[in-house]
């Protein structure tokens, strides 16, 4: 069964940093990335990764989030820096099994910036 796990949300106050981590089992993983979800709002991309290590950001994290990926844990990060309270947002994990073309996500971590 494949499956993610997050962890690492929380409270944090404007200017901060917090270091989400994302697990896999199940499969290998050769592309993994991070979304968001803030109420009211359109979901969108937070940065995703591949095996290779070619990275893909949104556009307001660019400078502030760096994604990285441990191929031998599965296991994605995201390292946020210089937090707005815009970033608060329900944080959700996906990724794509080598062997599939299909997408999983994780429950989601919920990060909130306090200003």
């Known amino acids: 069964q494949v499956q993610l796990a997050e962890s690492g949300g929380g409270l944090v106050q404007a200017g901060g940093s917090l270091r989400l981590s994302c697990t896999g089992s199940g499969s290998i993983f050769d592309v993994m990335g991070w979304y968001r979800q803030a109420p009211g709002k359109q979901g969108e991309l937070v940065a995703s990764i591949d095996s290779g290590g070619r990275t893909n950001y949104g556009d307001s994290m660019k400078g502030r989030f760096t994604i990285s990926m441990d191929n031998a844990k599965n296991t994605v990060y995201l390292q946020m820096g210089s937090l707005k309270p815009e970033d608060t947002a329900v944080y959700l994990c996906?990724?794509?099994?080598?062997?599939?073309?299909?997408?999983?996500w994780g429950q989601g971590t919920q990060v909130t910036v306090s200003s």
């Open positions: 996906n990724g794509k099994p080598t062997t599939s073309w299909r997408y999983y």
